[in-house]
């Protein structure tokens, strides 16, 4: 394998040159222009420098160049090219067309030109300038680090451009602000390691600090990215994306929808919305992107693997063409058309739906006739050979139970395996049906056989909680408050604070800073005490917070995990922060806020209802499951698809966003679905029910009830008892199975509801300016006695 040097190769060297064998070697002198290397075919060149700087025309344009050495590569091509550098510091340059530039080692500058370009500047502290066109900016976990003044460094980001890495996505990114690096990294590490978030967006300064979980273990941060000059206004959820090592990214498309009906493809791969109107939205078979609905009836394609499709609020079409699509489908009744083609191999090649609604959305394969049936299996593995094994029984969809998701599988290949797969997150099979997959139209809605249990959540802390954590004020904390310090134990005694670490192998590393992990934590303040067992916070992020004065970010790294809190026989204000909490209040009448993550919260405690006082109870964030106590209870799920329950005495159960299951129980209850398509039961008790917007289904229960569907096409069924059905000109269409005339139901119009009744088949059917409708289902008009309508 010749080596040839450049400042001495001779005209016949030149016209011999073989780029599959031979080497060309650029030394630190400057060599002649004049001397052309002729490339044939598709090789790679390879350059060899001893620290010159190399400058190739345009006849070494579509060739995949490689510098081993750090050499400085100015590459004005016109046509797309891969460029890469080596293990040494490398200056690359991209050209006039969409570029792929590769660091590798080394502190490398990578400039990417104009169009599209995917800059990877590998290990090392790596500056990236994306220049004109929309560009990816890609990350392996350890590429950029965690040190400050060491991370990579974004010059030039816009709103539009994409951070992507190997193991985690922007589905739960979050944000904040903080004062200095340190104090970011403490916040960052904090949410990661709850399992809170895999990216936090930090502003700091002038400057927004991307921390990701880059590794996907819910560790400590394994890498940083500043966005110089950046604020995070400029940054969000949909700019976080995820690929394949070895995989280039798509480049996001500049082209944005309107309010009016657009139709849309990505040229390029990337983020698309299509705002309002129905869309018609398409992304590449190459590569992946983003396309979001937006209002209306919108048609989503991604065609390749690997997307982001959001559906948003209407009655969305959504087309998976498989491998790794994420699916968030928004309010609306939703329609998910799977494609074949190998999404059931393996772990990972199947779609996923975020937030299912069992009540309104469907799935349907390719092959959309046959049989159904469900199982359960504990890994994914066991789950496809499972529905393999049963379409060789003649089964054509199977809908398996793996840990806290359900995965759908279709499309027998020839009737020996399955062909597809779908994964619905945070689902049971309670949660999808054959009805859901087409196979025949759906029966009568079924009343609740009761609350169903609540789910198990394993946890990692003992948290005991006596008194309102909101009073604790770590400000009045420093370090002259420092009692005691051992290698296991470090005793802070402030101004009516006593605060004790318990831990193992407390110190000062090598760069000042404090190492170990708590184990154990006591305060004492006032009238609040906290007595909690933690398998390990880092002691340096809870000084930090002490330091910074951030009493919420302190309980936030103390209760940051998956924690099993308890409170007292007394009122208290309990916080579950991040993490699948579960929480026993203990009676007393409490205030709980079961913060981030799934959570379990009782008012009192599984084996007791006692209440002692009204009870405040919010889930927050994610898909929860609440029980109030014997007393009031004014209950709320907020986000998520929770499911709420009142106990005994007169509780307030509302649902909040998604898709929730809310029970009044006994008493005299306010059950209100509120946002998402609920299922609300009374209980017993004169009860008042609302749907609230979407489709809801809602049973009244005994009692005298007041029922009322509210917004979208609603179930009711007032159960025993003289009911009360209200609705409205632009209430939607509601349909009432029990009406009983003899048990002193009646329909209630809000004033001025101008309206007409008329038999239809066997159902009696109230039409009203606007558009609503509400059906007596098996109801004969003729048997209607006055009185039976009013309020008009």
């Known amino acids: 394998m010749p080596t040839y040097q450049f400042a001495t190769i001779t005209t016949p060297e030149a016209a011999s040159y073989n780029a599959a064998t031979d080497d060309l070697q650029f030394t630190g002198v400057t060599g002649a222009t004049a001397t052309n290397i002729m490339v044939s075919g598709a090789y790679t060149l390879r350059i060899i420098s001893t620290g010159a700087s190399v400058n190739l025309g345009f006849g070494a344009h579509h060739e995949v ?4 050495d750090g050499s400085k590569l100015v590459f004005p091509t016109d046509g797309k090219s891969t460029i890469s550098g080596g293990a040494a510091g490398d200056h690359l340059y991209g050209g006039p067309e969409s570029d792929e530039l590769n660091g590798l080692g080394g502190s490398d500058k990578l400039e990417g030109g104009t169009f599209a370009d995917t800059l990877n500047g590998g290990s090392g502290q790596d500056t990236l300038v994306g220049e004109a066109g929309i560009d990816v900016f890609v990350f392996a976990p350890g590429d950029s680090g965690i040190l400050e003044g060491k991370i990579d460094v974004i010059t030039d980001w816009s709103g539009d451009e994409r951070l992507a890495f190997t193991t985690v996505d922007g589905s739960t990114y979050a944000e904040a602000s903080a004062a200095t690096f340190a104090d970011a990294l403490s916040l960052a590490n904090g949410q990661i390691g709850t399992g809170a978030t895999d990216v936090f967006a930090v502003a700091v300064g002038n400057d927004v600090i991307v921390f990701a979980d880059t590794r996907g273990d819910n560790g400590a941060v394994d890498d940083a990215i500043l966005l110089a000059g950046r604020g995070l206004g400029q940054i969000s959820a949909a700019n976080i994306v995820r690929y394949s090592a070895g995989q280039s990214p798509n480049q996001p498309s500049a082209g944005g929808g309107t309010a009016g009906a657009d139709t849309l493809t990505s040229t390029g791969g990337g983020a698309i919305n299509g705002l309002g109107g129905d869309d018609s939205l398409a992304g590449r078979y190459s590569g992946f992107d983003t ?110 139970q793996v840990g806290a998701d359900v995965i759908v599988f279709g499309n027998p290949f020839s009737g020996s395996r399955m062909d597809s797969a779908i994964r619905l997150v945070d689902r049971t099979l309670d949660d999808v049906s054959k009805y859901n997959l087409g196979v025949f139209d759906p029966p009568p809605p079924v009343a609740p056989d009761g609350v169903p249990a609540a789910p ?54 090598g760069d000042g800073a404090l190492v170990g992990l708590v184990t154990n934590l006591a305060i004492r303040t006032g009238a609040l005490q906290i007595n909690a067992t ?19 970010a302190f309980l936030a790294i103390a209760f940051g995990r998956s924690d099993h809190i308890t409170g007292s026989a007394g009122p208290d204000l309990i916080r579950g922060y991040f993490g699948s909490d579960v929480i026993h209040g203990n009676g007393g009448g409490d205030t709980i806020y079961a913060g981030d993550g799934n959570d379990v919260v009782y008012a009192s405690n599984p084996s007791s209802s006692e209440s002692g006082g009204a009870s405040y109870l919010r889930g927050d964030a994610g898909s929860d499951w609440i029980r109030g106590s014997s007393g009031f209870d004014d209950i709320n799920g907020n986000e998520g698809n929770d499911t709420g329950s009142g106990g005994g005495g007169d509780d307030w159960v509302v649902g909040g966003k998604d898709s929730d299951r809310l029970f009044g129980e006994s008493g005299n209850d306010l059950v209100y679905g509120n946002l998402g398509s609920d299922t609300c039961d009374g209980g017993e008790g004169n009860d008042t029910l609302r749907g609230g917007q979407d489709r809801d289904v809602l049973w009244g229960g005994a009692g005298d009830d007041y029922v009322s569907g509210d917004k979208g096409d609603d179930t009711v069924s007032g159960g025993a008892g003289a009911d ?19 048990e002193g139901d009646r329909v209630l119009l809000d004033p001025g509801t101008q309206y007409t009744v008329a038999q239809d088949g066997a159902d009696t059917v109230i039409s009203m300016t606007g558009g609503g409708q509400m059906v007596l289902v098996g109801v004969q008009l003729g048997s209607l006695t006055p009185g039976w309508i009013f309020g008009a």
């Open 65 to 68: 160049l490689t510098l081993p």
């Open 291 to 400: 396309l979001s609905g937006g209002d209306g009836n919108d048609t989503l394609d991604g065609l390749g693997d690997d997307n982001v499709l959001y559906g948003d609020a209407g009655a969305d079409v959504i087309i998976s063409n498989g491998s790794g699509d994420t699916i968030y489908l928004g309010a609306g009744a939703d329609l998910v058309r799977m494609r074949g083609g190998g999404q059931a191999d393996f772990e990972g090649d199947e779609a996923r739906i975020v937030d299912w609604s069992p009540t309104e959305d469907a799935i349907r394969f390719l092959v959309e006739s046959g049989n159904y049936t469900e199982t359960t299996a504990g890994t994914f593995a066991a789950a496809r050979s499972a529905a393999n094994a049963l379409a060789l029984q003649g089964y054509t969809m199977v809908a398996v």
């Open 456 to 509: 198990n959540r394993p946890t990692e802390t003992s948290i005991v909680v006596v008194g309102n954590v909101d009073s604790l004020n770590v400000d009045v904390l420093d370090g002259d408050d420092v009692d005691d310090v051992s290698p296991t134990r470090i005793v802070l005694d402030g101004p009516g604070i006593d605060m004790t670490f318990g831990g193992a192998d407390f110190g000062v590393g």
């Open 534 to 552: 933690t398998p390990g916070a880092f002691l340096k992020s809870l000084v930090d917070a002490i330091d910074a004065d951030a009493t919420s």
């Open 724 to 742: 009360l059905f209200h609705t409205f000109g632009d209430a939607g269409i509601d349909r009432v199975l029990d009406f009983n005339l003899s």
